[in-house]
Nanobody, 124 residues
Framework: QVQLVESGGGLVQAGGSLRLSCVASGRTFGGYGRAWFRQAPGKEREFVATISWSGDTTSYADSVKGRFTISRDSAQNTVYLQMNSLKPEDTAVYYC?????????????????WGQGTQVTVSS
């Protein structure tokens, strides 16, 4: 099994920045794709960004492209989400997710490992 633990959420003013971290523990192995999703109150969980095991391939939701950057430190089994120019509409619980292989998918159903989530609140 794989456990994912997120950290780094908090309260920030619009235009500010936050960096989220997600550490994996347990049975980790190569080819392991990772992603960030988010869920605002009353809304469905939505894709934010994904990254391959090597870190060479990334993709982003249109709503965050140019503002958010996903990266990883494979030696530390850690994935990061640098969030800049934050907007009130970015307010949500952010979840780290993992899949057994990298597909670049934005579908919730294709990720089998999930963290507990970290709250990000952006005030106007």
């Amino acid at each position: 099994q794989v456990q994912l633990v997120e950290s780094g959420g908090g309260l920030v003013q619009a235009g500010g920045s936050l960096r989220l971290s997600c550490v994996a523990s347990g049975r980790t192995f190569g080819g392991y794709g990772r992603a960030w999703f988010r869920q605002a109150p009353g809304k469905e969980r939505e894709f934010v960004a994904t990254i391959s095991w090597s870190g060479d391939t990334t993709s982003y939701a249109d709503s965050v492209k140019g503002r958010f950057t996903i990266s990883r430190d494979s030696a530390q089994n850690t994935v990061y989400l640098q969030m800049n120019s934050l907007k009130p509409e970015d307010t949500a619980v952010y979840y780290c997710a993992g899949q057994r292989y990298y597909s670049g998918s934005s579908r919730v159903s294709e990720y089998v490992y999930w963290g507990q989530g970290t709250q990000v609140t952006v005030s106007s």
